[in-house]
Nanobody
Framework: QLQLVESGGGSVQSGESLRLSCAAS?????ITWFRQAPGKEREAVSC????????AYTDSVKGRFTISRDNSKRTTYLQMNSLKSEDSATYYC????????????????????WGQGTQVTVHN
């Protein structure tokens, strides 16, 4: 069973940056970062295909967040710049066995493996 472990969350001020990491125990295809704030539905944030050539972002983070991966380290990253209070949430990485960010990349039901989450809090 593939294991995913997130790290890098924390508490920052609005406008600051954080980099989240998602370390996998084995080979991965498509990795997506999701987030969930209290009382809200889980939201897909950004997706990356197995070679890093296919990426996708939800509109609210475009231009601020960058997803990348280092396959030699089996790790996927989410660089989050210009953070806003509305970015506060628990962030999860998830793995799906498809080859790139397809039209349904944002659907949580497509993902088979999930990490335990890392908390991001952005203060105004």
């Amino acid at each position: 069973q593939l294991q995913l472990v997130e790290s890098g969350g924390g508490s920052v001020q609005s406008g600051e940056s954080l980099r989240l990491s998602c370390a996998a125990s084995g080979y991965t295809l498509t990795i997506t970062w999701f987030r969930q704030a209290p009382g809200k539905e889980r939201e897909a944030v950004s997706c990356i295909g197995p070679e890093g050539l296919s990426t996708a972002y939800t509109d609210s983070v475009k231009g601020r967040f960058t997803i990348s991966r280092d396959n030699s380290k089996r790790t996927t990253y989410l660089q989050m710049n210009s953070l806003k209070s509305e970015d506060s949430a628990t962030y999860y990485c998830a793995h799906a066995p498809f080859n790139g960010c397809s039209s349904y990349w944002y659907k949580a039901s497509a993902y088979h493996n999930w990490g335990q989450g890392t908390q991001v809090t952005v203060h105004n």
